[in-house]
């Protein structure tokens, strides 16, 4: 098989961007709960692992449910699987969380390890196929690999426990969702512009 015959064709980049951008405002979204459960994160008084389970597990499956409807919203959503994924694995993690009776803060940590590691990888591979028809995508890549490093160091670190790590979490999340939140604002102004290929030109046939 050809190279040329496994990669994004220019008409499925061109729809995936344009659904993407139209939905701009559900990235938004997502780049918003992030923050607001990280200021919860840092800012909540004596907070216990009961506490930070019912936070992340609220973020998880927010940011799961919004990255899937901005994924299949739009049109055919093959072009957007990767967001799908994303949005599959949020909802798993956030759904786990209350559905684990008794999760103790190492499982909380590791599960948000994985949760962070998939839905980095995932990210970058959007931000990829995403390069050569916007700008900014340098965004999404940095959420994304900002996502995979602190999924690492919390592996890195698992007997500190979730609690020991509330700062770093709490830390981790606002800046996630700033650039999450950039990059949905570069998605507005690519569909104020006519949707048209922000490097330039047009997109070849």
Known sequence: M?????????IAVGTMIHALAENW??????????????????????VTVMTLVIMY????????????IAA???GAPAPRWWLALVGLIGIAAGAMTFLWPGITALILLLLIASWSIVSGIFQI????????????EWLLIASGVIS???????????EAGALALISVIGAFAIV????IVGFSLRLR???????QPGRGGSVPA
């Open 25 to 46: 405002w559900l990235i938004l979204l997502r780049g918003l709960c992030a923050i607001a459960f990280g200021i919860l994160a840092l800012v909540w008084p004596g």
């Open 57 to 68: 597990g609220a973020f998880a499956l927010a940011d799961g449910i919004l990255a899937l």
């Open 72 to 74: 299949v919203k739009g």
């Open 148 to 158: 995979v490093l602190f999924g690492i160091l919390l592996i890195l670190r698992p």
């Open 189 to 195: 102004r690519h569909l104020g512009q006519g949707g």
């Open 125 to 136: 591979i959007g931000a990829i196929r995403l390069r050569k028809e916007i700008e900014g």
């Open 2 to 10: 050809e190279l040329s015959e496994v990669r994004p064709t220019p």
């Open 176 to 179: 996630y969702g700033a650039l």
